[in-house]
């Protein structure tokens, strides 16, 4: 929006200001339409979605916490679940804590899970152990890239059952109800900023078991592993 305005002010601005004129001019008038306009605008629609996340998790339960950690993976795939910032910061402000951010654990829990499976079930290729055992750890505390682009999401099927494991925990965080204090914390980690604790271990291990499970279950050809 800067560099629409500087442009436009550049080209009908004096000769004897086009130097100063146009920066200072963007600069000025971007921040009027952000703190008059977008942040309102933006402010409003935080509120609204809030509300409808309160809304249809208060109603949906369950099966709208499954829901939302098996399609988590995918945001943190595109770095998309980063926009959830200010809906987070929304929750924790209004409800004291915020179950997204529980539900996005979940989803790395999931992969942590399908992780364990495949080190077992290529328990004989040192290659592939390696890259997991590099990758797991800082899965387990939480940070789950390393485990998406460098084990489950090369092999797809993993990455799916990694989504199925993390809608198991989801349910059980659905169904109990409850949240994170604190943005971005998760893994283990976040057993330190959940509303109960106990819940989170529950729904944690259950995120983890699925993605255990369901893994276990598939059936890998060894030079896909390989490529």
């Known amino acids: 929006m800067i560099a629409v305005i500087e442009k436009k002010v550049r080209e009908i601005s004096p000769k ?64 998309l679940h980063h926009g959830l910032t200010p809906i987070h910061l929304q929750l924790i402000e209004e409800v004291g804590y915020s179950t997204l951010q529980t539900l996005n654990s979940m989803a790395g829990a999931g992969q942590v899970g399908a992780a364990l499976a495949l080190l077992i079930k290529f328990r004989n290729d040192e290659n592939f152990k390696a890259t997991i055992n590099g990758a797991l750890p800082v899965g387990i505390l939480g940070i789950g890239e390393p485990l998406i682009y460098g084990v489950t999401l090369p092999l797809f099927t993993p990455f799916l059952t990694s989504c199925l494991g993390a809608a198991a925990g989801g349910a059980v965080v659905g ?21 109960n604790v106990l819940y989170y271990i529950i729904s944690y291990g259950t995120a983890v078991l699925g993605g255990f499970l369901f893994t276990s279950l598939l059936k890998l050809p060894a030079k896909k592993v390989e490529e």
């Open 16 to 79: 004897a200001l086009k130097v100063h004129l146009p920066p200072f001019a963007a600069v000025l008038l971007a921040g009027v339409i952000i703190l008059y306009v977008i942040q309102p605008a933006t402010g409003w629609l935080s509120t609204v979605l809030t509300n409808f996340i309160l809304f249809v998790l208060s109603k949906g339960g369950a099966v709208a916490g499954s829901v939302i950690a098996a399609l988590y993976l995918p945001l943190v795939m595109t770095g």
């Open 175 to 195: 169904l109990l109800g409850f949240g994170a204090r604190a943005v971005y914390v998760s893994g283990i980690l976040a057993i330190a900023t959940n509303s």
